[in-house]
């Protein structure tokens, strides 16, 4: 499934794979699927890609 709903994500999804900027940052499984687990890892991929290009 691909999907942009949080709450949909956190409902039906068994692992999460959250990508930022092209390119998966981060996975999740079981209780670390949340709402807060999967924007966090999507806001740090981000950052971390900013940080990269000014490098």
Same mark, same amino acid.
């Given at each position: 499934m691909l999907s942009t709903d949080l %709450? +949909? #994500?956190? &409902? =039906?999804?068994? *692992?999460?794979? !959250?990508m930022a900027e092209g390119r *998966? !940052?981060? %996975? =999740?499984? &079981?209780?670390? #699927?949340? +709402? +807060?687990?999967?924007? &966090?890892a999507a806001f740090q991929g981000v950052e971390e890609s900013i940080q990269e290009e000014s490098a």
């Amino acid at each position: 499934m691909l999907s942009t709903d949080l %709450t +949909e #994500i956190v &409902g =039906l999804a068994d *692992i999460v794979h !959250v990508m930022a900027e092209g390119r *998966i !940052v981060r %996975t =999740l499984t &079981g209780s670390q #699927i949340t +709402e +807060e687990t999967i924007t &966090g890892a999507a806001f740090q991929g981000v950052e971390e890609s900013i940080q990269e290009e000014s490098a």
